[in-house]
């Protein structure tokens, strides 16, 4: 049997894929304020196609919360790019950075290997043969940054070493517990043995 699909995930690379195809047409149409990047977005064909809500109100959230914070997200990409200039940087590749970036140094809700995942994604999906590798390269120097504190910023690139920390810590109270009141511990074995009885 399999899982049923994410729907949730679903509208979110949707929602991403709306948000850079308006990203990448206002790399050629600028809009200032939020008023006129509301109205490009809603005039967008790809978003007035769009019939998921989810998909279109996770894109709005992106394309404004890029806009609002695009110098600050530029001079990351211009640190982290070999010190290419941004109108150097085809606009399908910015338009990505943009758009990861912002979900990197802004978005608490999402893990740095998901944004960087779906930057891959998009990249394959409307760039070139190089887009891809140019585009993981600078998200992946930015995420060390972020990991190694440069940034204030609490996100981790792998979140795997804290919990086999726990698991540790959690043996080691299992331990204390039998040792003071002398129960047999229960294995992993063991449970599934009871759960098949």
């Known amino acids: 049997m399999t899982a049923a699909p994410d729907k949730h995930k679903g509208s979110r690379r ?15 149409v600028p809009q200032e304020g939020e008023a006129a990047v509301r109205l490009a977005f809603k005039r967008n064909p790809a978003v007035e196609e769009c019939e998921l809500e989810d998909a279109k109100g996770f894109a709005s959230q992106l394309v404004q919360g890029v806009s609002e914070n695009q110098a600050e997200i530029d001079k990351v990409i211009g640190k982290h790019s070999d010190h290419w200039k941004i109108g150097r940087i085809g606009k399908v590749e910015l338009a990505i950075l943009r758009l990861s970036l912002f979900e990197i140094l802004y978005r608490s809700d999402i893990p740095l290997k998901v944004a960087i995942n779906e930057a891959i994604e998009l990249a394959k999906s409307f760039g070139d043969e190089n887009s891809r590798s140019f585009v993981n390269g600078i998200l992946d120097a930015v995420a060390r940054a972020v990991d ?14 804290a919990q086999k920390h726990n698991r540790k810590a959690d043996n080691k109270s299992v331990q204390a517990t039998v ?19």
């Open 14 to 28: 949707q929602g991403r894929t709306l948000a850079f195809q308006v990203l990448f047409g206002l790399g050629f």
């Open 148 to 161: 190694e504190g440069r940034f204030d910023i609490e996100k981790k690139i792998d979140k795997k070493p």
């Open 179 to 197: 040792q003071a009141t002398g129960a047999e511990p229960v294995t992993s074995t063991d449970t599934k043995t009871r759960a098949a009885k």
